[in-house]
């Protein structure tokens, strides 16, 4: 089986699977609790093929026949290493094994795609080595901490409780794909039966073949996420050699607000480009088709160096009036510059102040379903 060791005493192994074959080299980053499995749309799309290769390099020249592809399992889930302690996780650690793949591959530079903290870690390693990244694909991504909270609303809280609380792979299936797809997509018939039919069969299926992901994985993983974050060192860092990025993102998505993502476009500007899917969060899977597409046009703009003016959709100043106010403070002389430092503050308490929120709301509707189990049943008149 492949693996990539990571470090020297530490004792990580990353598993990984590479698919097609030739000069254009794409890296794949899966996201929470995910394998490298879940690439297999985008592998096929890309290379024409979802059976790994054995280090073979194809020919050709065209696109979907030259490309060779990476995709791995996280510290954490799948055949890779399972650290035990939440500090081993962190999205700077795990693009730190990305890397290492791509040494173990010889591989000089690559396309780096991610979905969710997937993309997260894919921020961070284009952060670390912006000169190894010919362009970035963000799927379904936000910039981490507070970002994280889902939509709050009845069903989103629903689908939290219950992953948590998911033991089986039934149970777990049920909940990924309220996670993943929209409603409008599960709803769908194929043939005599629901598609949510058709792909609670299939999740059964792979989460009881490659087992449930350990509860040290999975709360490593959660713990790289919360303590995510997007740097303006890091923004300056991911623009500085000039690479064509790409947001991708489901509008129905209620894992990942699309709001957060198209801020992280904007702050890529003018080097980024937003593409606005209808679909949830597995938007890869969702939306097959486009996503590839997607992809492929971004491979192509790369490799053909299109200007960034030619490639971004985004408007040269952000629309909003608080970013707008920021940028300009940042812009002024030293003396003004304090009047900066006081906006940012304002800024940070914004965000513990919608994190607590957050905690509020969820807490309020545990105890008050906790009442409703709890509440003593009413009894009638007795019939004397």
Partial sequence: MPHCKVGKN?????????????????????????THESWLPQV?????????????????????????????????????????????????????????????????????????????????????????????????????????????????????LRFVRAKTPEQRAAVDLDTHFSEEYLGERVGAITRRALLYQEYVKAISSSGMQSPHGLDGQLHACWNHKVTEEDIESMCSTGFLVSVIHGRHDIIAQIRHARTLAERLHPFSRMVDLPGGHLISRERTEEVNKALLDLIRASEKKISPQDWTNLPIIPTSGWIRTRLSLKANTDGENQVSGVYGTLERMNIVLLYFFGLLVLVFEFIRKAARRFK?????????
């Fill in 10 to 34: 530490n004792g990580i192994n990353i598993f990984y699977r590479t698919y097609g074959g030739g000069p254009v080299k794409v890296l794949l980053i899966i996201g929470l609790a995910g």
């Fill in 44 to 160: 096929k799309g890309l290379t024409g093929t979802e059976h790994p290769n054995d280090g073979a390099f194809a020919n050709g020249d065209d696109l979907g026949y030259g490309v060779e592809v990476c995709a791995f399992d996280n510290r954490g889930v799948g055949r890779s290493s399972v650290p035990t302690k939440k500090s081993s996780y962190s999205t700077k650690r795990m693009a730190k094994d990305a890397i290492a793949v791509l040494d173990h591959l010889g591989w000089k530079d690559a396309h780096v795609f991610g979905h969710s903290m997937g993309g997260m870690i894919a921020c961070k390693l284009a952060a670390l080595v912006p000169n190894r990244v010919r362009s970035l694909a963000l799927l379904n991504v936000t910039g981490g901490g507070y970002q994280c909270i889902p939509r709050l609303d009845r069903k989103t809280l629903s689908v939290a």
């Fill in 376 to 384: 003593p049943a009413r009894v009638g008149p007795a019939l004397t």
